[in-house]
């Protein structure tokens, strides 16, 4: 791939730039517009994007082809594919692949490079070349309502060896990695999405943790680094979040950490830019920064507004054209040792088999993940379950999705994982948010039965009061009884209840994990995860 930046245009160039999102399972006028007219070099998939693995192959060969019409160069596409709680590739024939805290619990970097290449290997056979992970934030934080199950664990080192591990595997398939969220969204307690979070650590602090991954991240040569809208006021003074501070961007990632890969920012059409910033501003500023790429998941408006900001601060000399470039030829560096020329647009795509990976190959690495991760935080005699006696199985049914994460909803429950190793399972329904009818249902419902397993579900930051309600009465009202409670996505969630005598942690609902989990409780697997993260407030 062969490109001669004098004969690009000052547009064509700055399309190179852009990464941005549409809203349809089809190139719409959206899309057409933005890489017909603002020669966008990059796409995001969410779940609206996606219905099925031959919609999607076919998605992306034809914004490929729509792009080959108006540009040298192939495109960028780009998704967020963390595993599980941010998975967007989660349809049928797709491996349900797992989150990075059930992988720190697992706590085998080798299994982690499994898992990782799996993933690739699917991305690839679905045309997307550019993955938004692995997040390695250091998640010490137990309030923080963004990253929780998303980072590795609270332990650097163990972030750092994970976080690697899956950067080699993605990247060994020949899918980008991006480490994310430089230079650390883990001790936050606002999300970003919604607001302007600060970490007040000092240098040394800030570079004995969260720092600490994206060195080795670094070292490993990982293609891409995301940024985070946080303030980090030891690097920078001024009230401005990393993704538009040249002191955290050019100084320490770029000057200190040495790091010469492409730099993407976080989607500035969340608040902590878009409501402080304006996205267009912050488009600009974050180019001054020292970012390469900028990211505008959403809102044509928006992306427009964001391209045409640019555009004037270039014509206008804010910016130099040079300065431009130098962010182009990383960019088409990147694009020539991934994409090459051509492989994208060869890809046999709507041609995508079902299941994507074999099941003899993905099952084995996702059991052994999932297996690997149920952890027993303690036992007060409750397990194995006892299977000469019914079982009542309460489980918080997730009913709202947000566009953060965009959570899957399973219809598969812990009761039905349960069924086939236990003939008396029955199961109470409640929402994430428990009304108090719900919670009084359950209530008078267990008290026909002698064992009692209650799954929760932290939706966003802490666990909802309905749910800790519910627990609480159950062990004040029923005692002597069997109570277990499994949290399927926080661990976070015993602080709530911390006198429950059984605690096991799953950080996430998945069919593979809730399948293991089954099995620990009837007594046919020993928990092997180690906790990635500390239960009490203080982190001790």
């Keep these: 791939m062969q490109v001669n930046l004098t004969k690009w245009s000052l547009e064509e160039k700055l399309g190179q730039l852009f990464i941005c999102g549409f809203h349809s399972p089809e190139p719409d006028e959206q899309i057409q517009t933005l890489v017909g007219r603002y020669h966008v070099g990059g796409i995001v998939y969410f779940r609206r994007n996606i219905k099925s693995a031959a919609q999607l192959a076919d998605l992306s060969q034809s914004l490929q082809q729509l792009s080959r019409h108006h540009q040298e160069v192939p495109l960028f596409i780009s998704i967020d594919q963390e595993g599980g709680m941010v998975a ?44 938004f992970a692995p997040c390695v934030d250091v998640n010490n934080n137990p309030a923080n309502p963004v990253i929780g199950v ?7 080192n163990r972030v750092a060896a994970h976080g690697t591990a899956a950067i080699r595997g993605y990247q060994h398939e020949g899918v980008i990695a991006t480490a994310k969220h430089f230079p650390g969204h883990g001790d936050t307690d606002v999300d970003s999405h919604l607001g302007l979070a600060s970490v007040p650590h000092d240098r040394q602090r800030l570079r004995q943790v969260e720092l600490l991954p994206f060195r080795a991240a670094i070292e490993a040569g990982v293609d891409a680094i995301m940024t985070a809208h946080v303030i980090f006021p030891a690097f920078e003074p001024e009230e401005a979040p990393a993704t538009l501070s040249r002191r955290v961007l050019t100084d320490l990632l770029r000057g200190e950490l040495g790091y010469d890969g492409v730099i993407i920012t976080d989607c500035l059409e969340m608040q902590a830019i878009a409501r402080h910033f304006g996205v267009g ?91 690997g991760s149920v952890t027993l935080v303690r036992d007060d005699g409750s397990l194995p379950i006892r299977l000469d006696q019914p079982v009542l199985v309460v489980w918080p049914e997730l009913r709202h999705t947000t566009e953060v994460d965009e959570p899957a909803v399973y219809t598969y429950t812990l009761a039905e994982a349960l069924q086939p ?51 609480q009465r159950l062990l004040q009202q029923f005692g002597g009884k069997r109570i277990i409670v499994v949290s399927t996505r926080n661990p976070y969630d015993l602080r709530a209840f ?23 409780l009837v007594g046919r697997l020993q928990p092997q995860g180690v906790l990635p993260v500390s239960l009490t407030m203080n982190g001790k």
């Excluded at 998303?150 to 650097?156: A, I, V, Y």
């Excluded at 329904?429 to 799954?455: C, H, K, P």
């Excluded at 950080?507 to 620990?520: H, T």
């Design 150 to 156: 998303r980072s590795f664990g609270e332990h650097p």
């Design 421 to 471: 190793l236990h003939y008396q399972v029955e199961v109470a329904v409640i929402g994430v948010y428990a009304s108090e009818q719900e919670i009084n249902t359950v209530l008078e419902r267990s008290a026909e039965f002698a064992q009692v397993v209650i799954a929760t579900y932290t939706a966003v930051g802490e666990l909802d009061q309905g749910q800790q309600t519910l627990v």
């Design 498 to 520: 911390p006198e429950v005598g059984t605690y096991l942690c799953l950080y996430e609902n998945r069919p593979p994990a809730l399948d293991a989990v089954a099995r620990v």
């Design 88 to 131: 967007r590739l989660d349809h049928e024939g797709m491996s349900r692949i797992p989150g990075n805290m059930a992988l720190g619990a697992a706590n085998d970097p080798m299994l982690t490079e499994e898992v990782a290449r799996l993933a690739a290997r699917e991305m690839l056979a679905l045309g997307i070349n550019f993955n």
């Design 281 to 371: 501003e912050g488009a600009v500023r974050a180019i001054e920064a020292g970012a390469d790429l900028v990211l505008v998941s959403h809102t044509l408006a928006d992306q427009i507004a964001a391209i045409e900001a640019v555009t004037a601060a270039v014509r206008s000399g804010r910016i130099s054209e040079e300065h431009i470039d130098r962010s182009v030829e990383r960019i088409l560096a990147l694009k020539q040792q991934r994409l090459g020329s051509s492989r994208p647009l060869e890809a046999s795509t709507g041609a995508a088999t079902i299941p994507l990976t074999p099941e003899a190959e993905s099952g084995d690495i996702l059991r052994r993940a999932a297996e």
